[in-house]
């Protein structure tokens, strides 16, 4: 498949995982925090930081499956685990500069969990299993020493 016939297979992923990005940073941008109603919920902040960041992996790992077909399994996984956990540092980070908002470490770690979750429930849903050429990860038998 040529680049362009793979760009033209994930466009409408990747423009859902652009635009939700985009949601992610808009919402993260207003100084308006959780509704009074929903603080009465303990730890509400962290489960909408699971379920928001779990979303963006699943979209991140769907674009990269049609934009990157070998990309399997394990590697893949990684790196959607990787770009959603980074977006999510950095979306905190960004949070840090915005009046009413604050950077929390917590809520990073519940961004990358929510990333960990999704992407390994997509893997066991789709049944994905690490590439054959996995050998090169564990050492191939040839290369190994008695």
Known sequence: MTPQARLRASGPWLAAT?????????????????????????????V????????????????????????????????????????????????????????SVYDALADLLGAALALAGRMLWVQESPPANLAHFQGSPENRRP
């Open 48 to 103: 909408i930081h699971t379920g928001e960041y779990g979303l963006f992996a699943l979209l991140v790992a769907q674009t990269l499956a049609r934009l990157w077909p070998e990309l399997d399994g394990l590697p893949r996984f990684l790196l959607a685990l990787t770009t959603a956990g980074c977006f999510g540092i950095s979306d905190e980070v960004h949070q840090a500069w915005v009046p009413g908002r604050s950077a």
């Open 18 to 46: 652009v635009a939700y990005a985009g949601l992610i940073v808009w919402l993260s941008s207003t100084p308006q925090r959780i509704p009074e109603l929903l603080e009465v919920i303990p730890a509400v902040d962290k």
